[in-house]
């Protein structure tokens, strides 16, 4: 019923960027949040940023001052843009979406991940 389409991913050299983007697609009555997750070898998945469709944002400890999240809403789609890239960001990139189906549903969705590479 609803899909995330995830693109952006790729190799990067230290200090480079990179932009993430995620749409959802499908049958759904709003969209109350997206944001993007990664997990890297061996670690946790932890959240990197969220946006709540009024534009309310989180952010990773890790990644502020350097990542920023954005929605187009009329498109339903979330963007990561990720500055001075480390090392350390080298992990699978996974969008989230928190869907309202109908008024009175709401589910979580998971893209498939993409992976991001920052070579030392």
């Known amino acids: 019923q609803v899909q995330l389409m995830e693109s952006g991913g790729g190799l990067v050299q230290p200090g480079g960027s990179l932009r993430l983007s995620c749409a959802a697609s499908g049958s759904f009555f709003s969209i109350v949040a997206m944001g993007w997750y990664r997990q890297a070898p061996g670690k946790e998945r932890e959240l990197v940023a969220d946006?709540?469709?009024?534009?309310?944002?989180n952010y990773a400890d890790s990644v502020k001052g350097r990542f920023t999240i954005s929605r187009d809403n009329a498109k339903n789609t979330v963007h990561l843009q990720m500055n001075s890239l480390k090392p350390e960001d080298t992990a699978v990139y996974y969008c989230?979406?928190?869907?309202?189906?109908?008024?009175?549903?709401?589910?979580?969705?998971w893209g498939q991940g993409t992976q991001v590479t920052v070579s030392s």
């Open positions: 946006i709540s469709s009024g534009g309310s944002t």
């Open positions: 989230n979406a928190k869907i309202r189906i109908t008024y009175f549903n709401t589910n979580d969705y």
